[in-house]
């Protein structure tokens, strides 16, 4: 199947600073990536939607200013989480599809620690 | 609106069969996803229904059936590895994926 990179896997920062994760499909050219946050027991949360060369669709409740996603080619999308906070602590995981209707390959997932 | 159901835990023994089931309320329909998720880790994909009927692929299985806007995953012969969370996931008429919240399979010897 097709191959998704995603990094960093873990990360620490200090409260205030910002965080930038990668993900990058490897093999094929990723028209749409998602970005999810997981909180622990429970499921995925759809954060936003990129297309690339487009501006990202952020779901309802999330803050577009310190959620930045940059998606500027077919394999890569980034997110930057900006003045980050210790509720910023969660599981980031993106996934990449090359046709919507296709199954979404998803990252390896960072955790974020916010201290 | 969008809406996902599957159980939250089940419980079953190694070297048994298990179903887990999925009812979904979507805007337009284009396909029914299963990922398994470890704890920790990202989900990996199982399968993907868009057709009525059951699709075989080793020991899992998945079902659909549209009318009834229903599926179910089936394990065979589970192992203590298949303990995981199953996420149900179904493709609306936008191409966008609707979750549920996943169901937690403890797997006992």
């Known amino acids: 199947g097709a191959v998704v990179s995603q990094h960093p896997s873990r990360v620490i920062c200090k409260s205030g600073t910002s965080v930038k994760i990668e993900c990058r499909s490897l093999d094929f050219q990723a028209t749409t990536m998602f970005w999810y946050r997981q909180f622990p027991k429970q499921s995925l949360m759809l954060m936003a939607t990129?297309?690339?060369?487009?501006?990202?669709?952020?779901e309802q409740g999330v803050e577009k200013d310190k959620f930045l996603i940059n998606h500027a080619s077919l394999t890569l999308s980034t997110l930057t989480v900006t003045s980050a906070h210790p509720e910023d602590s969660s599981f980031y995981i993106c996934s990449a599809s090359y046709d919507r209707a296709t199954e979404a390959f998803f990252g390896q997932g960072t955790r974020l620690t916010v201290v | 609106g969008q809406n996902i159901d599957q159980p939250t835990e089940m419980t079953a023994t190694e070297g048994a069969i298990v179903q887990i089931n999925c009812t979904y309320q979507?805007?337009?329909?284009?396909?029914l996803f299963w990922y398994q998720q470890h704890a920790g880790e990202a989900p990996t994909f199982l399968s993907y229904?868009?057709l009525d009927g059951l699709e075989e692929k080793g020991r899992f299985s998945s079902f659909l059936s549209r009318s009834k806007g229903y599926s179910y995953l089936l394990l065979k012969e589970l192992q203590m590895k298949d303990s995981a969370s199953y996420l149900c996931?179904?493709?609306?008429?936008?191409?966008?994926?609707?979750w549920g919240a996943g169901t937690k399979l403890i797997i006992k010897p």
């Open positions: 229904n868009v």
């Open positions: 990129s297309n690339e060369g487009s501006k990202a669709t952020y």
């Open positions: 996931a179904a493709l609306d008429s936008n191409y966008q994926l609707i």
């Open positions: 979507t805007s337009g329909f284009n396909g």
